[in-house]
């Protein structure tokens, strides 16, 4: 199984251990926090989480059930971060900028139409998630939360050989779990793929 382009990138980074980018984004501020009782019907879902989480399994099955056009974030790069990133150089939190603009941008295309879709993203800092679910009640954000542990098994099964623990580690030490103000639907990836399915649908009134 190959990495998706951002993770291998996060594995380059967490090589040099650089400092945390001062980059600024342009970001919505968010929502109160949601009264899980009454979901909000959401018109876009993201789904977020560390390398091996189950994003795009999560995101493709959730398409198929609910009909909902699907997309993962490496499609959204510029041709530019697709070269650096190819080319094994980690991308900044400036070249992150017009990626994410392009996330956000098709989300709010979504919504101006009246229409739904889903998005997977690692989406590890607040600051990303800002941009690209902000303070739209429209837009569920799904957190797949798992431990280093479990997730790393799940990782070395499905490449069936040695995976250096550089990637996963990286990815955990970036994360910035989203917080109650982000209204995040968190999911343990401990269940099966079919409950994970079940739980986000149920749960979001679906």
Known sequence: MSLHPEEA???AVSKDAPE??????????A?????EGSPIRPAVIVVMGVASSGKTSLGERLAARLGWPFRDA??????????????GT??????????LAAIAAWIDDLRTKGEHGIVTCSALKRAYREVIVGDRPDVALVYLKGSRELIGRRMAARQHHFM?????????ATLEEPGPDERPLVVSVEDSKDAIVQDVVDRLGL
């Open 90 to 99: 980690p991308l900044t939190d400036e070249d992150r900028k017009p990626w």
């Open 74 to 87: 490496d499609s959204f790069h510029p041709p530019e971060n697709v070269a650096k990133m190819a080319g």
């Open 31 to 35: 929502a109160a926090p949601q009264d």
């Open 9 to 11: 990138a996060a594995a």
């Open 20 to 29: 945390r980018s001062e980059t600024s984004f342009e970001a919505q501020p």
């Open 164 to 172: 250096p623990p550089a990637l996963l580690d990286s990815q955990f």
